[in-house]
């Protein structure tokens, strides 16, 4: 882990694959999962990254796949869901999704009972769990303490991760990093160099996947440890980035070629 990284520089020309992630990389945060709006500006810079790099590219979030395809409406790329328990190899294709261990409703019930009153939004994904203490960061110590006991409860292989402005309970086989390496095994990805971009405790892991394959790991706002090798500050340089290095082709179409 460090705890310096560099400031990221322009990438040389070169085949690279492009993982990423979604929440405080590509969009700011914000109040609740659903106040988060996509610029028709981002959507256009996406789909043109999609076919400078003749679809080398994919979402790993740990949205699901569903809420995703809502957000980025009517663009819809490559992507890993609810950290790589769901796949969608090509644009069009179906949606793979991993056997949940476990249905977390009844958890959720109750800890929507204790904590949402309370400004916590407690989040149903399915096999992942996600309560979100952003409007009262008082609560996420009795949150955390919450998840953890419901970790007895559940079979094994289930883990808790610190979100961001929250905490997430999730399978084990939940990860980032198999997801990336999931693509790199097929079409377009495979051949190419990774670059990940990321921001949370969660994109920790796919850092290390990259890393050991050789790729850029890039950590957005890092804040303390890191196993990113490089650093941009904040979303807009993020985006700032990915057009410089990517999306040069974007000045030159125009918008209402999105919705072709
Ligand atoms: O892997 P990501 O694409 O970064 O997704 C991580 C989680 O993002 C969302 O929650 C976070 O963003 C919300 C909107 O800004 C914010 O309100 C919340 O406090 C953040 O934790 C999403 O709701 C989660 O399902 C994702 O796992």
Known sequence: MNTQT?????????????????????L???????????????????QTIERRLDGALAFITGRSIADVDRLFEPLKLRIAGLYGLEHRLTPDGQIEAADAPADMAALADEIELELASKAVYVERKGPVLAIHTRAAPHLLARATELVEAALARL??????????????????????GAAIRRFMQFDPFTGRRAVFLG????DENGFDTVNAAGGISIRVKPQGETAAHFAIADVAGAIAWLKANFGNAAEQATSDSLVA
């Open 28 to 46: 700011e945060h914000a109040a609740h999962p659903d106040s988060v709006s996509v610029s028709e500006e981002l959507l256009f810079l996406l």
């Open 199 to 202: 921001d949370d405790t969660s």
């Open 155 to 176: 079979p094994e292989g289930y883990r808790v991760i610190a979100g961001n402005a929250g905490v997430e309970l999730m399978p084990l086989e939940a990860a980032k």
């Open 6 to 26: 560099d400031l990221t520089p322009r990438l040389p020309e070169g085949r690279w694959a492009l993982f990423l992630d979604i929440d405080g990389t590509l």
